[in-house]
């Protein structure tokens, strides 16, 4: 499958923390750089996400914003 | 000014390419990874973002997918 | 390529409109529903979407709200 | 109440499962398709959302992506 | 039509820009409070938006970020 | 630091509701207006938000809808 989510950069699963019905997946991008994840506790059993694992962080191009300082 | 969205990367603005209202800004976040970036055209202008400037992705957690191959 | 975001709907491209650097992408997903997207030009073209064309809408769960009548 | 999103269907609570501070909602839209939404208690509450409440999706078009095979 | 969002304000529209495919609503919510919304042309129409009219901002919860100096 | 997020509102927070990984964050908006939003425990534990601290309310605009009655 290919998406038209713009940016797609791959890296590591870190660590996995489930809540209720969220879990936050923190993951190793490269160049010091962590992202942290939002996504459902169905979504991290289905993909079976765990730290380790090698991933893909995607994100619409809509959904970034630009800072200056 | 300090932000709760979790995802803040620096980077290096390559391009803005401005639509009718829309804007595009491509960034280069380091290790060879380029951010995309959709934007208000009054945004663009009110930070005078242009290429070779330093900027910062900003990307809130639950914005967040990820992918596996 | 298998991804977090919990709706993933078949359907059939109906129409492209492009704009300056934003298109929408009107799709029907069977059942007399019709699904609008906006996504970048550019990601028109790197998945090549036209008219007739199969495709898949992706949708992530927080971005989902329910209304009643 | 009538909203600029673009994407409003029809369909039927399935399930609710309440979290901490966040709620899934399963919606069936018929044609066999399911739509999993992510929104707050408070909402769910504010809207006695049930299984098998009739309901309505609402997703704004910028939040829709398009993936192919 | 009642809706989960959490974030319903009312306001008044205060200028309409139309781009290519994607307009910005400049809303009046009072107490000197201006809300910039990004919408498709289409739905502009739909809704038959225009300076002077009366409106309700909508966003989500997990749309809301929270900043501090 | 500046945002390209165009809204940007002054207030005061009311009350922080923390789940097991996502809080809710109510804020004075001003004008009788409370906004809720949804962020990660950890965001509202480093930007250290409590009832009756300054804040201020941060939206992208391609995340905020219009509505008319």
């Known amino acids: 499958m290919r998406i038209s989510a713009r940016n797609q950069i791959k890296g590591t699963v870190l660590e996995v923390?489930?809540?209720a019905t969220?879990?936050?997946?923190r993951v190793d991008i490269g160049g010091g750089q962590i992202v942290?994840?939002?996504?459902?506790?169905?979504?991290?059993?289905d993909l079976a996400l765990k730290a380790g694992g090698k991933c893909?962080?995607?994100?619409?191009?809509?959904?970034?914003?630009?800072?200056?300082?």
Chains 1, 2, 3, 4, 5, 6 share one sequence.
């Open 17 to 19: 923390t489930k809540g």
């Open 22 to 25: 969220t879990s936050h997946v």
């Open 36 to 45: 942290t994840s939002s996504i459902t506790n169905e979504a991290v059993d």
């Open 56 to 69: 893909i962080v995607v994100v619409k191009a809509s959904d970034v914003m630009i800072a200056v300082d």
